[in-house]
């Protein structure tokens, strides 16, 4: 139980166009989705926090702009990188949390490389 | 705020060693803690997690950590280390009812035959 899946799993795009992330709970209704960003050998850095059904709320530094959250179902959440840049190569990592467990589980990434 | 320490970027040990992880925390609260192992190109995967109760906590995989409160740290530990076992670890905390996580600088586990 408790399955996370992202999709895709690598994605490469060309600078300047948009992408796209899926984040789906398979196996339960998660009220909360985090979105996360990793940089080779480096930590995991909270990008935002989005609950079903309201705005994302986003961490200091992060741009809401660039970086636009959707959490329309309780079982998807997506990520848009608009406008993207060779900068916004990265590892990007979602969790869900059901209900109001204290655990979060985590999708198995996806790797951005903007050309 | 929160803070979480992980000391040591990159532990070796051999295979058939204890394994020993470290992780202090800094919390004006009482936190939930986590240990999370990465393994390359993946996401994270929980290994255990204190919440309340018991301060020893058992994970998957033969791994325990125990939460000290009076030394803020939650180490890691493995009483026999596996080739297997070889990945990143994250120490997390997390507070508050929205349960936004900090994690740690992470500690890579590298194990010799």
């Known amino acids: 139980g408790a399955v996370v899946s992202q999709h895709p799993s690598r994605v490469i795009c060309k600078s300047g166009t948009s992408v796209k992330i899926e984040c789906r709970s398979l196996d339960f209704q998660a009220t909360t989705m985090f979105w996360y960003r990793q940089f080779p050998k480096q930590s995991l850095m909270l990008m935002a926090t989005?609950?079903?059904?309201?705005?994302?709320?986003?961490e200091q530094g992060v741009e809401k702009d660039k970086f636009l959250i959707n959490h329309a179902s309780l079982t998807l959440s997506t990520l848009t990188v608009t406008s993207a840049h060779p900068e916004d190569s990265s590892f990007y990592i979602c969790?869900?949390?059901?209900?109001?467990?204290?655990?979060?589980?985590f999708g198995p990434g996806t790797r951005l490389l903007v050309l | 705020a929160q803070s979480v320490t992980q000391l040591g970027s990159h532990v070796s040990v051999s295979e058939g060693a204890l394994v020993l992880l470290r992780c202090n925390y800094s919390?004006?609260?009482?936190?939930?803690l986590f240990w999370y192992v990465q393994y390359p190109n993946q996401g994270l995967q929980l290994l255990l997690k204190y919440t309340t109760g018991a301060t020893l906590v058992k994970g998957i995989n033969g791994f325990e950590a125990e939460f000290k409160k009076s030394e803020t740290s939650f180490h890691l530990t493995k009483p026999s280390a596996h080739m297997s076992d070889a990945a990143e670890y994250f120490c997390?905390?997390?507070?508050?009812?929205?349960?936004?996580?900090?994690f740690g600088a992470g500690t890579r586990l590298f194990v010799k035959a």
């Open positions: 997390a905390v997390s507070v508050g009812g929205g349960f936004k996580t900090i």
């Open positions: 969790s869900a949390r059901p209900g109001v467990q204290e655990t979060q589980y």
């Open positions: 919390s004006s609260v009482p936190p939930y």
């Open positions: 989005s609950n079903e059904g309201s705005k994302a709320t986003y």
